[in-house]
């Protein structure tokens, strides 16, 4: 089945800085990709997806990069804020498998002030 | 922010007991699935359903048994509740399974069970 390893596990940024969070997947047949941001104590919640048809996506300061060929996908946050803090969730799924989302183990990211 | 609910919210009960869960989507949604959140953050499936028919079952312990009364509901019924059944429960539905624009899966708030 699917394996999504996901990095780091911890970031720790400066406010205004920029973010990286990095995913790998194993199923060539993915096709579809969704970014989930956890709040403490929160729900998960979507922030951003990409499909495989797609190498870029933009939504104000998020983006999503996808490497079909390396079977990889980044989500970039530009000039974080402190209200960015949270676990950040890649996923993938096959789409026609009953939709059934593969996560990554979460990255937990902190902006400090 | 009602879209996906579950009941309860927290739930503490002994080794042994049997305990249910339920979740309700007022979307329209086809699609529901049950994740549990362990204590290191990991996301896994448990179950999907789509209009009320079992189509993921992800190598869950057959203590653990979903039923989906009507294609908004899927709730979750435990039975001899193990120490390693401790995590967050989530619930979430997708519109369909088959179309691109679909997929999108949206989370209940959460069921937080601690057996002791």
């Known amino acids: 089945g699917e394996n999504v390893e996901q990095h780091p596990s911890t970031l720790s940024v400066q406010e205004g800085d920029s973010a990286v969070i990095k995913c790998t997947y194993s199923?060539?047949?993915?096709?579809?990709f969704p970014w989930y941001k956890q709040e403490l104590g929160k729900r998960p919640q979507l922030i951003i997806d990409?499909?495989?048809?797609?190498g870029e996506k933009k939504d104000q300061r998020i983006a999503v990069t996808l490497n079909k060929t390396a079977k990889h996908f980044s989500l970039h946050i530009t000039e974080t804020q402190p209200e960015d803090s949270a676990v950040y969730f890649c996923a993938a799924s096959i789409g026609n498998a009953g939709n059934m989302l593969t996560f990554g183990g979460g990255t937990r990211l902190m902006v400090k002030p | 922010d009602t879209a996906v609910s579950q009941t309860p919210k927290y739930l503490v009960t002994q080794m042994g007991n049997d305990k249910s869960i339920k979740c309700e989507q007022n979307?329209?949604?086809?699609?529901m699935y049950w994740y549990k959140q362990d204590s290191k953050k990991f996301l896994k499936i448990m179950f999907s359903y789509n209009n009320k028919e079992l189509i993921i079952n992800e190598t869950v312990p057959n203590r653990f048994s979903p039923k989906s009364p009507d294609k908004a509901h899927l709730n979750l019924h435990i039975n001899s509740l193990e120490l390693g059944d401790s995590a967050v429960y989530f619930c979430?539905?997708?519109?369909?399974?088959?179309?691109?624009?679909?997929?999108?899966?949206?989370f209940g708030p959460g069921t937080r069970l601690l057996v002791l």
């Open positions: 979430a539905s997708s519109q369909g399974i088959l179309l691109a624009a679909q997929e999108t899966q949206y």
């Open positions: 979307l329209g949604h086809d699609t």
């Open positions: 199923d060539s047949a993915s096709n579809y």
């Open positions: 990409i499909r495989s048809n797609v």
